[in-house]
């Protein structure tokens, strides 16, 4: 029989939304080049080679942008509820890890939302610390993640369940 004490009451894994996939992305980029190729071969045989050079320039800088955003995706956040203690994770790019520990009956759940945009912010806040969680979100994703954690907090303040 398992510690109610130690009985998960929400968990979930935020992590940026992609949509495009890393061999769609090399798809991409090859028609992309193909398509720079085409454009820079008449000013090439013209004589104004530069320009074909400045062409690949952007080929190599729009790479780059989605190495870079690729990257970015790895991030991802965790949490963790149980009657007696929320763990919120931040697990950056490279792995570095950082984590917050919460007393769920003394957090308090705070959102920003725009009349126009929708929820533009979500924080754990807990003793004058603030802590925003899944700021790469998009704004109805944020109201989802506000709503079941608000119920989860709620659930986990009434306390352990014995059975």
Known sequence: MSDP???KI???RLTPRRSMT???FYVFIG???CGQMLFALPFFFMGAWPVAG???LDALGLY???RISFNAARRQETLALTPLELVFAQIGARGQRREWRFNP???RLEQTVHEEFGTERVALV???ESVEIGAFLGPDQKAELARELNRALIDARTGARFS
Do not use: K
């Open 5 to 7: 004490f130690e009985r």
């Open 10 to 12: 929400y968990e979930a």
């Open 22 to 24: 890393r061999q769609a």
């Open 31 to 33: 028609i992309f080049c």
């Open 54 to 56: 400045f062409m690949g």
């Open 64 to 66: 780059l942008a989605f």
């Open 105 to 107: 009956s003394w957090v």
């Open 126 to 128: 807990s003793r004058g």
